[in-house]
């Protein structure tokens, strides 16, 4: 009688070998990446400004049973572990926060993301007419190629306040009814001056003024025509005039919805990715985590990340760290500016912003190996900065350990990359803004093609497996 042997486990492998996700992704995981997508197009469909962003958010999290964490401080209601709030700066950062079982000096875990993206801001005093047409002055805003934005059709988004305080929302565009507007180009045929010079000089930012209209008023002796036709349409839709707009936030966004990209829909291509889809997994995380986690889960989206993180609702000011010592009082059986310290110092962190995909068409900026490449999974980058890393907070081996261990145990489908060759350029995030607490913080997200564009590109399954990555950072343990 023969015996039978058995079989010898499979030698694991000891080179590192990054595959496409599609290759290994189980068909549960493959409905609930088409699932997240599907709510992702909607909430990017709502959201094209941070303030819009922002109030969307409040909207999801209402929802889901978040409350205002201002009730909290005006009645002095403790919170306990399980306890959901939410707290706004200027509606147009936020801050949403499930209280944890360890006390908050403890530390946090945090995912910290940006809603402001790239567009065309409209001057204070911008109306104009010229030569039959009426124009508004813009003034760009965020790193953009001015190329890319003549011709496209764009969109209207933003506020009118008034002296009484009155707040008009203005949305023109997005609707197939509404009308659109546009920065006009040069012909080919007049552009020979043009076309010599850079792409950098060929587009002064002075020459991005958008044409809003055409037609003048009906009236003989009415001067500044154009203009003055204008005022009236905005008057009878929106009730303001001219001195409106010294009051007024308007952006200029790439009119139409996000959309599903390639034979496969495997891809969307949208507006604003950079960095509104690490902030709605990571909302959308917070939102699906039921139970108490263990550490206070914190997912954080600020305003102004794309021209510094300055201002009172940038990572530089000082809201988070106000809403900390606004949890800690709340929570703590006495406040201390000791155990605010420590519960920053004791903090993890995932920087939630995007990184730059390997690109087949532009393969010189970038070395391969350390590069993301799409639908490889969650993007996460152990330091950024520019050419010798400058303006990096270079996250620890330590700390990247902790990081692969928390995925491979929840099933993440993650990679590494670089933003480019070590000279090429580089980029930055609100991460050394969040590490001069002492906390523990290295950049995750998702990887884009065309970063920066009118629109940009991401990866179906790369969008899945940062939620999957974000919500096991705020559930898992520390051990």
Known sequence: ?????????????????????????????????????RLY?????????????????????????????????????RLKPGDRVYRSCEGKTL?????????????????????????????QNPLYENSGLAMLDTHYYGGIKKYQWLTIPLALHGVFVKPDGRTIKVNI???????????????????ADQMRKSLADSIPGESLDVVVGSAPVAEKDRKEKHKYNVLKILHAGYGVDEQDFLS????????????????????????????????????????????????????????KEEIGSVGSTGMAANFFENTSAELLNLTAASYSELHLKRAMSNSWMLSADVNALFDPMHPGVSEKKNSAEMNHGVCVTKFTGSRG???????????????????????????????????????????????????????????????????????????????????????????
Not at 9 to 24: M, Q, R
Not at 288 to 296: G, I, L, V, W
Request: charged share 25%.
């Open 95 to 123: 801050m949403a926060v499930t209280i944890g079982k360890k006390p908050l000096a403890d530390g946090m875990h945090i995912i910290g993301g940006h809603t402001d993206a790239p567009r065309i801001d409209i001057k």
């Open 173 to 191: 565009g997005e609707n197939p009814a509404d009308p659109v507007f546009c920065i006009t180009d040069l012909l080919p045929h007049l552009a």
């Open 41 to 77: 197009l909607d909430f990017l469909a709502k959201a094209k400004t941070e303030r819009e962003a922002h109030d969307e958010g409040v909207t999801l999290l209402e929802a889901a049973g978040f409350t205002n964490l201002a009730l909290n401080e005006a009645a002095n209601i």
């Open 248 to 303: 007024a936030e308007l952006e200029l966004v790439p009119a139409g919805p996000p959309r599903e990209a390639g034979f496969d829909r495997s891809m969307i291509l949208a507006y604003g990715q950079d960095d509104r889809v690490c902030s709605y997994v990571a909302l959308k995380a917070l939102i699906d985590m039921k139970a108490p986690p263990e550490y206070t889960s914190v997912v954080l989206l600020c305003d």
């Open 389 to 479: 890393k400058s303006g990096s907070s270079d996250a620890s081996a330590e700390f990247m350990a902790h990081i692969r261990r928390i995925f491979d145990r929840n099933g993440v489908l993650w990679q590494t990359g670089e933003l480019g060759k070590v000279d090429q350029g580089g980029g930055g995030t609100i991460a050394h803004l969040m590490a001069r607490y002492g906390m523990k913080v290295i950049d995750c997200g998702v990887g884009l093609l065309s970063m920066h564009a009118p629109m940009e590109l991401a990866g179906k399954l790369d969008i899945y497996m940062s939620y999957k990555a974000y919500l096991a950072f705020l559930k898992d343990g520390r051990k």
């Open 1 to 37: 009688m023969k015996t039978k042997t058995k079989a010898k486990p499979a030698k694991a492998s000891l080179a590192h070998n990054p595959k496409n996700g599609y290759e290994s992704i189980t068909p549960a995981d493959r409905k609930r990446s088409e699932e997240i997508n």
